[in-house]
Structure formats: C-alpha cells, structure tokens
C-alpha cells in the first residue's frame, strides 16, 4: 500500500504539531514538510521528533505550494490554523487543487461550502475531529429532529473549559444550542459560559494540571421549570489525541471519494462515520 501524502498546516500550533507527530509514527501516511503558518510566526522552520518542517508564510505560498507539489505529488491538506484564517485558506486550497480536511473552526461557515462546490475538489469540513463527540451530537440531533419540545421550559447552563491559547468559543458547545433549542430550550450562543481561567479549571474544575495546556471539557445541565428534574451531559477531553485518530478517519475516507474522482463536494464528519 503506498502511503498517502499529508500536509498539516497550522504547525507550531498545538494541534497541528501533535497530529504530525502521529502522522510521522504512521505507517498509512507520509508528512510533507511543510506548512503553512501565520505572518507573524518568526521561525522559518519547527522540529517535530527530530523531523524538521518547512514554515510558509502567507506572502509566499502561492509560489511554494506549486513546487512542493511537483517534488512530492499529490497531497491531502490537513488545516488546523486560526479562525481568521478558515475562508483565505479554503479559497487557497480551492485554487491550487489541493483536497483538503478542515479542523478549524470560526469563519464564515455558508462561504466555506460554497466555495468548495464552486472548485474542482472536494473537502471534509469538521469543527470537531472526536468522533465520539460526533457521534454525541448525532444523537442530540436525532432526539432534537424527532421529540421536539422536549425540554419545553428547562433552563439550560452550558460550560465549555479549554487552554487559554483557544480564543473562539467551541464549535462543538455552539451546535449544542441548536439541539436544545429545537428541544424547547430558550438560550443563545452567548449564554454559553467560557472558561479559560487555569486556576478555575485546576481548582473548580479539578482539571488535571498536565492538561491546562491542552483540554476540551464540557457540560450542559438542564433544570426544570420547578427544579424537581435535572439532567446533565458531559464529556471532557484531556490531551489532543484524540483528533488526531479522526483526523486519519477523515483523510481516508477523503482519499476515496477523490479516488472516485469526485468534486465540489462538501463532507462532514458524520459522512467518515457512516462511511457514505
């Protein structure tokens, strides 16, 4: 089997380096070395494992980028940057043919899409790569599609806690609302409570002091109007393996749809699960 080409992009961001450093250790792929980095990253080069990897910065990836795919060949794009960057990125992607996943989250979510329809490629769009999590909210959007009103007049408190590098509220706690709203529940994003406070996590949350750095825990508590009833969901990541493993899931499932010449289209996470 011939390993698959990946690029990660994002890198020395957090999430990005540990994905390539399990994209090194895996036998299925093989990582460019090479990323795309933001201006105002100083370094032209980070060391992962003692693999070094080439920083691109916005003024010269056009030129870059159509030599990197002439040395190495056809590639998938992984993309874990920043918010600000999602739309400029997948318009880049989109004009240099490069099929791509993408992990950030924040943008402008309607543009996305319709730029990758307009393209020749095809890309999977994921704001959260758990699939556990996925899988969790596909069951919240099941019970919200068929038992609407469910929690008709519960108060709801959502709490999203992760390292304080993350600056956008989670993508994962904002689809929340949406199935507790078709649920009966009156909240908006902006009731969503952001805790971003190390010494909160540590000694309220009880987060272990390892993963301050790097952690996504979430709990959504829903009250009844008299208080005789709660009910409470949550799930709390320590640590950033986790994406990585449905990351690989979504290059993968990605890898077949271009091997079946498709493009244009638009991928979620719920496609890599079901295998559709």
């Known amino acids: 089997m011939n390993r698959l080409n990946v690029m990660v992009n994002g890198i020395p961001g957090n999430v990005a380096a540990s994905i390539a450093k399990h994209i090194l250790t ?3 792929f093989e990582l460019v070395r ?6 105002d990253i100083p370094a032209s080069e980070f060391v992962i494992d003692k693999t070094p990897v080439q920083l691109i910065k ?3 990836r056009d030129d870059i980028i159509e030599k990197i795919k002439a040395t190495v060949g056809p590639f998938i794009t992984v993309d874990f940057t920043l918010p600000v960057a999602v739309n400029d990125n997948a318009a880049f992607y989109c004009r240099h043919a490069l099929p791509f ?4 989250t924040g943008g402008d979510r309607a543009m996305l899409e319709q730029t990758i329809r307009n393209s020749q490629i095809s890309a999977v769009i994921a704001p959260n790569m758990a699939k556990q999590i996925v899988g969790f909210q596909a069951m919240m959007e099941y019970a919200a599609e068929n038992f609407p009103g469910l929690f008709d007049g519960y108060s709801l408190e959502i709490r999203e806690s992760h390292q304080t590098t993350k600056v ?6 904002k689809a929340m609302v949406t199935y507790f709203n078709k649920l009966g529940v009156n909240f908006a994003e902006n009731d969503i409570i952001k805790i971003r406070n190390p010494e909160i996590q540590k000694n309220q949350w009880k987060i272990p002091e390892q993963y301050l750095n790097g952690h996504a825990w979430h709990t959504y508590t829903l009250d009844a109007p008299d208080k005789t009833a709660q009910f409470s969901f949550s799930h709390n990541i320590n640590g950033r393996d986790i994406y990585s493993w449905g990351t690989f899931d979504a290059i993968c499932f990605l890898q077949k749809k271009i091997e079946a010449h498709l493009r244009g289209k638009v991928f979620t996470m719920i496609d890599v699960l079901k295998g559709n």
């Open 26 to 28: 895996d036998k299925r």
């Open 34 to 39: 090479h990323s795309l980095t933001g201006p």
């Open 58 to 60: 916005p003024d010269t």
């Open 101 to 104: 996943v993408m992990g950030t």
């Open 168 to 173: 956008d509220t989670s993508g994962t706690a």
